[in-house]
């Protein structure tokens, strides 16, 4: 009889947590919704990452050096963003959507300041863009990580890949000066 009981909370256990497991769903966003939603928005290189267990969770710490500011005051050359997942002592976890980075990498990243004093990406994958350089004619181009990823379009009401890819470092910095300067970030 207790082992029965044993399973039958076991099983109860089981059920409450896989069915309270929340999901990650991203809205899709516009560059001019990104540019709004941002209180910075960078040009940066990733310079390390490391992980750590922090109120109960992984968390993994990118530093970057900042190598443009498009938007905001932050003035530091180098900023640290925090995003959920990773692998410490051991542990493994994975969180659709959260963006990883590679030292040496260059990208664009939307960010918003969390009350730790480090950052976080809006949005995630929405607001990371890749820098890609061309070795023989130095053409910048950058990719944003949705590209390859399902957002929510709440017009359609469907889930869709979709993303900036390939699109010239500048016109999508004409695209964010644009947005900025629409008086719309007010």
């Known amino acids: 009889m207790c082992k029965r009981r044993i399973h039958l909370v076991a099983l109860f256990v089981a059920m409450v947590t896989c069915t309270s497991a929340p999901g990650t769903t991203l809205a899709r966003m516009s560059v ?107 053409y910048e181009s950058v990719t944003q990580d949705t590209a390859g990823f399902s957002t929510f379009d709440s017009a359609t009401r469907r889930f869709e890949s979709s993303g900036i890819h390939g699109v010239s470092l500048s016109a999508f910095r004409n695209a964010v000066a644009a947005a900025l300067n629409s008086g719309e970030n007010q």
């Open 32 to 138: 001019a919704q990104m540019t709004r939603a941002a209180r910075n928005i960078v040009r940066a290189r990733c310079l390390a990452n490391s992980t750590a267990w922090n109120a109960g969770e992984i968390w993994t710490f990118t530093t970057f050096e900042v190598d443009e500011n498009w938007k905001g005051t932050q003035r530091d050359k180098q900023i640290v963003v925090r995003l959920l997942g990773g692998t410490y002592a051991g542990l493994t976890s994975s969180v659709s959507g959260v963006p990883r980075f590679v030292e040496g990498e260059e990208v664009i990243l939307f960010l918003e300041p969390t009350a730790r004093g480090d950052f976080s990406v809006v949005s995630w994958m929405q607001g990371t863009f890749r820098v890609r350089r061309d070795r023989t004619s130095n």
